[in-house]
């Protein structure tokens, strides 16, 4: 069964650093997101992506975020330079038709620790 | 706002125990209701969606009943088994926001044999 995938696992960065989130979605799908889980909270969406640009964005998702789909197959999410309160369980998603009853795919997740 | 709320956790039942998850929800628009779930290490699987009233989402003898009145999506099963112990996470999708789902706190479910 096709799945999304993600790397790495746990990324460990000082803060101030800049690290790059790797997704890979199931390869018909055209709807791209991340969510973030803090630990201890609730999962919170990040940004939407289709078509090349992004369709919606929280509040959360400042300019030091940024999304990309640089070939047919990766979806990366880049933090510029990574905050304490980055430290979060990070997921991709993906999407076929994107519409509201459309479902979301996630991606195992990538556990982001900042020091 | 749109909100999501589910019942405190951790549930901790025995096996064969029933199992209800209370969820409320509210939405300024018609949303389309899910339940995910998450076992341990894994991330966040489908279990079931509702997309409109009175629908009725089922799955692995998971079910729940979209309830526009109540504003309820209730997660139930009859029979637990050890291997369902896992986060559940209820959410909300509304149309026109750019597939944003917008997850309740999750409930952790501990089934013991």
């Known amino acids: 069964e096709p799945e999304v995938t993600q790397t790495p696992s746990h990324q460990v960065t000082q803060m101030g650093q800049e690290v790059i989130l790797r997704c890979v979605p199931i390869?018909?799908?055209?709807?791209f997101y991340w969510y973030r889980q803090i630990l201890g909270q609730k999962v919170e969406f990040l940004v939407s992506f289709y078509n090349n640009e992004i369709s919606e964005k929280s509040e959360i998702f400042d300019d030091q975020f940024s999304v990309e789909r640089p070939d047919g197959s990766n979806f990366t999410l880049k933090i510029r330079s990574t905050k304490l309160e980055d430290s979060a369980m990070y997921f991709c998603?993906?999407?076929?038709?994107?519409?509201?009853?459309?479902?979301?795919?996630f991606g195992p997740g990538t556990r982001l620790t900042v020091l | 706002g749109n909100s999501v709320t589910q019942m405190e956790g951790p549930v901790t039942l025995s096996e064969e125990a029933f199992l209800t998850i209370n969820c409320t929800y509210t939405?300024?628009?018609?949303?389309?209701l899910f339940w995910y779930v998450q076992y341990p290490g894994e991330g966040l699987q489908l279990l079931l969606k509702a997309t409109k009233a009175d629908d009725k989402g089922s799955n692995k003898g998971f079910e729940a009943t979209y309830r526009k009145e109540t504003t309820s999506f209730h997660l139930e099963k009859g029979s637990v088994q050890v291997s369902d112990s896992a986060v559940y996470f209820c959410?909300?999708?509304?149309?026109?926001?750019?597939?944003?789902?917008?997850f309740g706190q999750g409930t952790e479910l501990s089934v013991k044999p």
């Open positions: 998603a993906s999407s076929d038709s994107g519409g509201a009853t459309d479902t979301q795919y």
């Open positions: 939405a300024t628009g018609y949303p389309s």
């Open positions: 390869s018909n799908h055209l709807y």
């Open positions: 959410a909300l999708l509304l149309r026109n926001q750019g597939g944003k789902l917008i």
